[in-house]
């Protein structure tokens, strides 16, 4: 390997992409690269968000602190992501780079889209981590069996440096699982083959435009503002991977739920219970944490 | 128009009413106080409607002051020393939410050891706060700066906060005569036209201050405040100007000269002291030196192009800074020799720190000053450091 080896993470908030990214830089310190970095890119902190995270590494000591824009390799945790809008996420991929995905389902994989020379990996974190229980307040883990498939892709950390990373990083009685996940991802990644037509141009390296509206400062007020309005950040719903439903026998109408919802998702319906809006429910498990009644219970949402 | 023996303090007061300033809110300090006792007693009185919030600190003093200026009254505050700093926060929130409010800094040593006497290092150290900083050398300068900051304030190029400034005791306790205007003329100078970028109106409900990510618009917002500090200097010439015009004073601009053309040496100084130089540079006069004095009243925004032109015409430029940056020195020096470097043709920087925690300057001590200056130049010396003077 020549120069400096950058990935990128995409996930979502609670996916654990920052601890994997974390964990990617011990092990590739310990696997012998001098210069590893980890950066996490901190957004706005919302549970469920899309949200990235970075790594670099390399034989010499490494001194550039930017995010990385044209990485080498990228990793994607949630396969929603990727459905949701596939030109951000591979945006700067560099030729003959990776794309390491979390079970894309076919119909994804069929559309996809790649550099030239880009290999494709899948590997079925989500099941892995159900098996395992892999799972904190609710949500899988999803970014730690993505590290296995990651070392299969790239060969560039073998699975015994990922195994004491993490034997550093976590306490003695997580590490099994952790290790057991990154085995099993290991063992179960597959490259995919794509057809010729699927190869384009590299897409060039950018950052997503949040207020597309505004090109110039000219454009800009003395001070920004803005007014009330629904769903200004789009359809949250689309972040959900659980569905928190609610089983009116047990519900007290205590609407404890509609209070602690941070993204004000549930309302209140004419015979005073919650419901759930779930175009904007964003699948985070607050209310489900919250309800006294243990009413609210969190299903794999099947989207 | 009449003409009244009043404490500096006072005359902030007076400008204050005379603004027809709709909104205080302030917390008392020495020496300050003299400023809110006045205007409590004008609104008591009836010669003052306005709302007065008294509040249990300086931080709220300044929100208070965010939340009025945000439904478009005229707002003001005064403060100084720990107060300041205590405030400092809200201070960046007022600049940054571009609001016109003004606040007077009755400049006040920050301890410890305790002291509460003048010194301008309480409003130099919000230096990069966004407000603008006027300086004002005596009562009447500081009446009249309070009127002009309103103008300033409110220009829709501008929309910063003023800071003005003037030493605590050696103006805020001492009396002089002050010009009282007419009220129509002020009114007249000053009308008030509420702000149109940012009003809170219950039926109308927004929120300000929102996240901006890094590759939002912070970065332009920050330069949108730079464009308008820049924006500031030219507002501050012509309102100063136009002051004159109609009330016949002049303080100066940016930057007020005394006999610099031919100078060899310039005292360069803010504050009081820049009003005794200018009697220093008559003792000298006299005695045939070539001396001339510079008041700096704006110091943010800073008059770089204006420095150079007066610089350009002198061989040594003498600083008295009354604040200090332990490990650096006096900011006005600092920033005087940061505007003159790599420009063709500019003179020798001499800085002196002085009157620290209210440490009186007499006029001798300046006249003496200016004359190691003049040594300096006629035996073709180098700057040596810091000037410290009647250090024990
Ligand atoms: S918190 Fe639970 S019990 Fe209370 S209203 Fe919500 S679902 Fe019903
Ligand atoms: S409804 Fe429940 S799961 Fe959905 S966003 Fe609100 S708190 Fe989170």
Known sequence: MNGIFEVRWHGRGGQGIVTASKILAIAAFNEGFVGVQSIPWIGAERRGAQIEAYNRISYAPILLHSQVYAPNAVIVVDQSILSENSSTTIRGLKKNGFLVLNAAHSNVLSSLRVPEGCSVYVVDATSICLELGLQVAGLEILAIPMLGAFAKATDLVSIKSLENAIKSFFEADSVKKNVDAILKAYWSTRKVHLKPEQYLSPIPPSKPVRIPEIHHWTDLPPVPTSTPSKGSIGKTGDWRTHKPVVDREKCSKCLFCWMYCPEAAINVDSDGFPEIDYDYCKGCGVCFNECPREAISMLVDEK | ?392
């Open chain 2, 1 to 392: 128009m009449e003409t009244l023996i009043l404490t500096g303090n006072h005359a902030v007061a007076y400008a204050v009413k005379m603004a027809r300033v709709q909104f205080i809110s302030c917390y008392p300090i020495t020496p300050q106080t003299g400023i809110v006792e006045k205007l409590s007693d004008f609104i008591l009185n009836g010669e003052l409607e306005a709302v007065f919030v008294p509040v249990e600190s300086e931080h709220s003093a300044m929100a208070a002051c965010i939340g009025a200026s945000l439904t478009g009254v005229r707002t003001f505050t005064a403060t100084c020393s720990h107060g300041l700093a205590y405030m400092h926060e809200m201070v960046h929130w007022a600049s940054a939410t571009r609001l016109p409010i003004i606040m007077a800094v009755v400049n006040r040593t920050i301890g410890p050891p305790w002291n509460i006497w003048a010194e301008h290092g309480d409003s130099i150290s919000q230096r990069d706060t966004g407000w603008i900083q006027l300086y004002t050398s005596n009562h009447q300068e500081a009446f009249d700066t309070v009127l002009q900051a309103y103008k300033v304030a409110e220009d829709p190029d501008v929309l910063l906060p003023v800071m003005v400034c003037l030493e605590g005791f050696v103006l805020s306790h001492t009396v002089q005569p002050v010009v009282i205007p007419n009220q129509e003329d002020v009114d007249a100078f000053i009308p008030h036209e509420p702000w149109k970028h940012i009003i809170i109106d219950v039926d109308n409900p927004i929120t300000h201050g929102n996240l901006q990510m890094p590759e939002d618009w912070f970065y332009e917002f920050r330069f949108l405040m730079h464009r308008a500090m820049e924006a500031a200097k030219e507002k501050i010439v012509r309102c100063s100007k136009d002051f004159e015009k109609t009330f016949g004073r002049n303080h100066g601009h940016l930057v007020e000269e005394y006999k610099c053309d031919g100078a060899d040496v310039i005292l360069l100084s803010m504050g009081s002291l820049a009003d005794q130089a200018k009697v220093a540079v008559d003792v000298l006069r006299d005695e045939g030196y070539k001396a001339g004095a510079l008041k700096l009243r704006a110091f943010r925004p800073f008059p770089e192009e204006e420095l150079r032109r007066v610089a350009k015409k002198t061989k040594c430029i003498l600083v008295i800074d009354r604040n200090l940056s332990p490990g650096k020195g006096g900011a006005v020096a600092s920033e005087l020799k940061a505007a003159l470097y790599g420009f063709k043709g500019m003179p020798m920087v001499l800085e002196c720190v002085a009157g620290l925690g209210g440490r009186d300057v007499t006029l001798e001590e300046e006249v003496n000053l200016m004359k190691q200056a003049f040594k300096v130049v006629e035996e073709g010396g180098e700057p040596s450091g810091i000037i410290w003077l009647g250090l024990k």
